[in-house]
């Protein structure tokens, strides 16, 4: 691809994740299959122009979500599975979140956020901040749950890798900070019979027990879900996890967060920061883009490694070491009480 190209690519990029929206938005990847359907039986399926669904079927194939056959039929291929309904990693909710209407528009607050030094687009086109707004607005709360969830397969997969060599003989608690409904918790647990934990969550995550991992991953008799705040205190623990948390919040968030888990936590207490860590300015990384996102979303940022070393030594405790998966995106920052 030449440099034109690439450029073209960038300037047209929404374009694309917008049409990936709306086939998920349609239920389109849901109703197509691995055999050809006609596109005007899969409008007639899902109650849409039959015309204008073709077009929109034939974009999709375009980009390599369906294959189209020479009779307008189409078939779902492997980047479609990725936001069917009932893939176990499905993407389907974080497609929903980040490029339906709220994500969409806060987007546009992000010259005037440089230009003032004043991030957090979100407050900016909605008055509240995310957090708030999930809370009082169902329909889009559920939706951000659900595109957590979406993120939490993979990311458990690559937490999972980074700490496969890891001594947890010593550890015999965990209390996972902000943990959802506990998939990277139980997953923990399945990997260390002798660990229980506690999910640490708003009640507005965990009030529906359906939705819990426990019971569906069979640890419920080592794990337990703690309504609370980690702003003001969290329980007692041999060790925390804490995935996607910090980089929500700005620095004197953050140290206030660590600074609970350092009142709590025993001399020689371990913490875990699953995040995307920025690497020096030679390496392209998701992380640099990712912080963007964080601009317009909330008050947070994508942090290096000594970045996330001095938030640990401002609330107590010390940096330890970085653990990489062999592949993926994050990495797990360790660190304890001494």
Not at 58 to 78: P, Q, T, V, Y
Not at 243 to 256: G, Q, R
Not at 306 to 321: F, I, M, P, T
Request: charge should be negative.
């Amino acid at each position: 691809m030449s440099d034109y190209e690439k450029v073209i690519d960038v300037i047209f990029g929404r374009w694309k994740s917008q049409i990936l929206h709306a086939g998920v938005k349609l239920r389109i990847f849901d109703s197509v299959g691995a055999l050809p359907k006609n596109a005007a039986e899969i409008a007639t399926e899902l109650g849409l122009d039959s015309e204008l669904a073709y077009r929109l079927l034939r974009a999709l194939a375009s980009m390599g979500f369906l294959k189209e056959n020479d009779h307008r039929a189409f078939s779902i291929a492997s980047l479609g599975e990725l936001v069917r309904s009932d893939h176990p990693q499905t993407l389907k909710g974080v497609t929903l979140l980040e490029e339906g209407p709220e994500h969409y528009a806060i987007w546009k607050h992000l010259v005037p956020m440089i230009k003032d030094g004043k991030q957090d687009g979100f407050s900016r086109e909605f008055g509240v901040k995310i957090f708030d707004y999930a809370s009082k607005n169902p329909v889009y709360g559920e939706l951000f749950n659900k595109a957590m969830s979406s993120y939490s397969a993979m990311h458990t997969k690559w937490v999972l890798d980074a700490l496969e060599n890891y001594d947890f003989s010593a550890i015999k608690t965990i209390c996972d900070i902000g943990g959802g409904q506990g998939h990277l918790l139980c997953s923990l647990l399945l990997q260390h019979p002798h660990i229980s934990g506690t999910v640490l969550e708003l009640a507005s995550v965990i009030n529906n027990q359906q939705l819990l991992w426990a019971d569906r991953m069979g640890v419920q008799d080592r794990c337990s879900y703690l309504e609370g705040d980690m702003f003001r205190e969290v329980p007692r623990k041999d060790a925390y996890t804490m995935k996607m948390i910090l980089h929500d919040w700005d620095d004197e968030e953050c140290v206030k967060i660590l600074s609970n888990i350092q009142n709590a936590s025993p001399p020689g207490g371990r913490i875990f920061l699953v995040e995307h860590v920025v690497p020096g300015p030679q390496t392209p990384h998701f992380s640099k883009i990712f912080d963007i996102h964080m601009m317009c979303a909330l008050t947070g940022r994508e942090r290096t490694v000594d970045e996330y070393a001095k938030l640990l030594e401002l609330s107590g405790l010390k940096y330890v070491e970085t653990h990489h998966p062999r592949s993926g995106e994050i990495a797990v920052i360790e660190g304890v009480k001494q």
